[in-house]
Nanobody, 121 residues
């Protein structure tokens, strides 16, 4: 099995910063694309950003220029640096990873439990 454990959420004032981390563990042969999604109350889950194993990144328009995604392949960890936070960034942030468990297996998708980010004065 594969586990994704997130950390770094919390309460921050508008204009502030937070850094989220997500570490993958368990049965992992190769970690492919990793990313962050978020879900606000009453809304659908949406992509925030993702990063390939080679470091190529993609961002939602709403966070481009404010958020930075990065990863440490040696630690199986993905980060999300969030700057200039706005109240509309308030949501539960979920880590996502596409994992190949064995050299002969297909890629499977996995999710973390989520970490709450609240932006409020």
């Amino acid at each position: 099995q594969v586990q994704l454990v997130e950390s770094g959420g919390g309460l921050v004032q508008p204009g502030g910063s937070l850094r989220l981390s997500c570490t993958a563990s368990g049965r992992i042969f190769r970690l492919n694309r990793m990313g962050w999604y978020r879900q606000a109350p009453g809304k659908q889950r949406e992509l925030v950003a993702h990063i390939t194993s080679g470091g190529s990144t993609n961002y939602a328009d709403s966070v481009a220029g404010r958020f930075t995604i990065s990863r440490d392949n040696a630690k199986n960890t993905v980060y999300l640096q969030m700057n200039s936070l706005k109240p509309e960034d308030t949501a539960v942030y979920h880590c996502n990873a596409r994992v190949v468990k064995f050299s002969w297996s297909y890629e499977s998708e996995h999710w973390g439990q989520g970490t709450q980010v609240t932006v409020s004065s």
